[in-house]
């Protein structure tokens, strides 16, 4: 977990002058100097009372709703104040709205279910953008609203596109008259403390809608019986939204239960299954295969039973790619294959084709180059030598023609091990206190940032490597993030074998060498020592800057002068080894140095 260091304590207010003394008034008739004593002990216990009240309900975390912010309709309507914990100077720096006001609605739930869907048309000029950076912003109306608390409103769907890489957040919001309605449950990070709605007008986001038929049902049905599996709902595919913009899915069948048309992508990227939804988002759903289990791959091979889990997923550098490992027509030519086992047994399903394949020849380039791509890792894990006789042994691959006439490879577990990037952390040392822009792109995308991500980190850092997020004041000591990236770098199989109570000694030893110091090394070492303690030996290796900068770009705003990326890997050994060490060859630091350290997380 990333470090989050308490904010600093901010200067005390300066000491007010004292009132000058004021001549008493003189006292009614009739009341004496006792009564008076009465009145006043009362109204100070009046005055003390409310102001406890108001002090303990500013401390609360709940919303205190009283009768000035219910509105005609019933609705609880909470102001949500504008923020600028580090300084207008400095969030008008970072391109913050600073007068923008944020309105958040909660009450009863409403359905809208009679919406008038339409092909969508470009607004030229929407309400939800500041008309002075509406430019890349996407907003498309697509639909009105025929009945209920929203009658007569339209709906739209907007594209908040993002500062650095990535696709940006996709919004529906209702609108009349000019006021922007956000639908919070369809909405991605609708607050204003999120860095892409920096260009927003002021707008309100209602928290009690719900749009039933853009909620994709959890399953879809072949008309032969082929159940399909939702994995998200409203999903934009390779970064992008709305279904319209895409020319290379073809119309597959339509499910009978939903009536919705699935579709199928021409050229197999994700190995996904698509729905397009009325607001022109997609849902996106996969085909489990009814034979592969944890339990194993139930089929034969060569006459044996297999009792082995055969991979069966698309897996690149740290982690799974595409739902299918499906093989291409320009990859594989299939009058190189031959039926060498079958299905034994199909879960729920009954298949038309139970036909197992392998290669003709022993020498198909597909085999050979599997055999220079994963023979390394096994000869670490195992710390055996992979003949080529000992890999054709393992049947280490094999393929099965799914309903849908895709071609799925099967790989041995042996030699295609699931990993995750882990921990990678990202440290900023300016020259002098600077606003920093962080966008950082796993292609596999994250499974956890800290702080926040939203569409990229924009800190203020210190020369001693502080850092204070400019969304909330929050200070850090490093940003953080994990998830998966596929790289196109070879196995690295030199590299240093160690014990378990040789690795911290390594590490702080290589790291130093690699340009680390002081207390990069000691948060890599805190993390990842306890992580190499289970096994008799370790295999240890980098991989610098190439790797990441494959897998993972990183952009900086204001440019670095010195980036230095590191990687580490390991494997677990049941007996020493020898390897081929490791050539370093050490940076140097200079200027505005990033700095970023990271590991494969063995799952």
């Not at 994995?231 to 899915?249: A, H, I, K, P, Y």
């Not at 009792?307 to 499906?326: L, N, R």
């Not at 195992?382 to 042994?393: A, I, K, N, Q, R």
């Amino acid at each position: 977990m990333s470090k989050k260091l308490d904010p600093k304590t901010p200067p005390p207010e300066a000491p007010q002058a004292p009132a000058p003394p004021q001549t008493p008034a003189p006292m009614p008739p009739g009341i004496t100097p006792v009564m008076w004593a009465g009145i006043g002990g009362a109204f100070i216990l009046i005055v003390a009372v409310g102001l406890a009240i108001g002090y303990f309900a500013g401390q609360s975390t709940d919303i205190i709703v009283s009768d000035e912010n219910i509105n005609d309709n019933n609705q609880h309507v909470t102001d949500v104040p504008k923020e600028n914990p580090v300084g207008e100077t400095q969030a008008e720096k970072a391109g913050i709205n600073v007068d923008q006001e944020v309105t958040e609605i909660h009450g009863d739930a409403i359905v809208l279910d009679d919406i008038a869907w339409q092909e969508y048309v470009d607004d030229e000029n929407p309400f939800i953008f500041d008309a002075t950076a509406r430019d890349g912003f996407m907003d498309r109306l697509i639909g009105v609203v025929n009945t209920g608390e929203y009658a007569g409103y339209e709906v739209h769907i907007a594209t908040l596109v993002s500062q650095g890489m990535g696709s940006g957040n996709l919004w529906t919001y209702l609108e009349k008259d000019g006021a922007p309605i956000v639908v919070q449950k369809y909405s991605a990070e609708t607050g204003k403390e999120y860095w892409a709605n920096e260009s927003l007008v002021s707008y309100t986001v209602d928290y009690r809608v719900s749009i039933p038929e853009i909620e994709a049902p959890a399953h879809v049905k072949t008309p032969e019986g082929i159940v399909l599996e939702r994995q998200s709902n409203r999903v934009g595919v390779w970064g992008n939204v709305l279904f319209s913009e895409f020319e290379d899915l073809i119309p597959l069948f339509i499910d009978d239960q939903s009536g919705f048309e699935v579709f199928q992508e021409k050229v197999v990227n994700s190995a996904a299954f698509f729905v397009k939804l009325p607001d022109g988002t997609l849902a996106k759903y996969k085909y489990r295969i009814p034979f592969q289990s944890d339990a194993g791959t139930k089929v034969t091979l060569n006459g044996e039973p297999n009792f082995v889990s055969y991979t069966s997923v698309g897996i690149g550098g740290c982690g799974p790619t595409s739902y299918q490992d499906v093989v291409l027509e320009d990859q594989l030519d299939r009058s190189d294959l031959k039926k060498i086992g079958e299905v034994t047994h199909s879960l729920g399903t009954k298949l038309e084709n139970t036909d197992i394949l392998g290669f003709k020849i022993f020498k198909h380039p597909m085999l050979s180059e599997t055999f220079e791509m994963r023979a390394s890792g096994y000869e670490v894990t195992t710390g055996e030598e992979l003949s080529y006789g000992d890999f054709l042994d393992l049947t280490p691959l094999f393929f099965w023609e799914d309903p849908f006439g895709r071609l799925v490879r099967f790989t041995h577990p042996s030699l295609q091990p699931i990993a995750e990037c882990g921990k990678p952390v990202i440290y900023l040392y300016p020259e002098e206190t600077t606003d920093v822009s962080v966008q950082v792109a796993p292609n596999g995308g994250f499974t956890l940032t800290e702080p926040e991500y939203g569409r990229g980190w924009n800190v203020t850092a210190e020369p001693n490597g502080q850092l204070t997020n400019l969304s909330d004041g929050t200070q850090w000591s490093y940003l953080f993030w994990e998830g998966h990236a596929e790289t196109n770098i070879a196995t690295e199989r030199r590299g240093f074998v160690v014990a378990p109570g040789e690795v911290e000694e390594m590490l702080e030893e290589k790291l130093s060498a690699l340009g680390l110091q002081g207390q990069e090394i000691a948060d890599f070492t805190e993390f990842w020592v306890p992580k190499m303690q289970r096994y008799p030996y370790y295999f240890v290796t980098f991989y610098t800057n190439e790797f990441l900068d494959s897998g993972a770009p990183l952009k900086v705003d204001p440019q670095p002068d010195t980036i230095i990326r590191i990687m580490m890997d390991y494997k677990p050994l049941m007996r020493e080894i020898d390897v081929e060490p490791l050539p370093i060859v050490t940076p140097e630091r200079n200027g505005f140095t990033v700095v970023e350290w990271g590991g494969v997380l063995r799952k």
